[in-house]
């Protein structure tokens, strides 16, 4: 739905057939991993130059034993900020805080620092924290962002 109108979302054939999920990691026999699947809706969905609206999904997979996470709050939770985590190579994460909560985590990051961006969609100022270090197998946890 876009401005109170509803679309037909086309799938293309191929989707609805199969789904490949490249890890692209060493793995040991003998040792269990998590796979995380990450369907990142928002760049799912394209508008073709015809005006019609089609699937092609966007999907992340990682192992939470050789990935970190960021999460923290921000406050107030009104300020729904887009947050982005900029890697060591310029490669870009981005989740959207809770609306109501103000939460966010973004898992799936490789080890390294990061420096995140908080973007609210209100009055509020952007802010940017430097080097936040993620460590494979952990979370960081921030201290609650206060926008101002």
Do not use: C
């Not at 999460?71 to 994460?93: F, H, M, N, R, W």
């Not at 981005?94 to 009055?123: C, M, Q």
């Not at 940017?128 to 201290?143: M, N, Q, R, S, W």
Request: aromatic share 14%.
């Amino acid at each position: 739905m876009i401005d109170s109108v509803i679309y037909d979302l086309f799938v293309p054939s191929g989707y609805q057939s199969d789904l490949k999920l490249n890890v692209n990691r060493d793995i040991v026999t003998g040792q269990t991993y998590t796979y995380v699947i990450d369907f990142e809706a928002s760049k799912s969905i394209v508008k073709t130059g015809n005006g019609k609206y089609i699937l092609k999904p966007v999907v992340h997979v990682f192992v939470e034993s050789f990935t970190g996470a960021i999460k923290g709050v921000v406050q107030p939770y009104e300020a729904k900020p887009e947050v982005l985590a900029i890697g060591p190579s310029d490669d870009t994460t981005t989740v959207f805080a809770d609306p109501y909560s103000g939460k966010f985590k973004i898992r799936g990051l490789n080890p390294g620092l990061y420096d995140l961006e908080f973007h609210p969609d209100t009055s509020y100022s952007d802010t940017t924290l430097f080097d936040v270090e993620v460590f494979a197998g952990e979370t960081t946890v921030l201290d609650t962002l206060w926008f101002h």
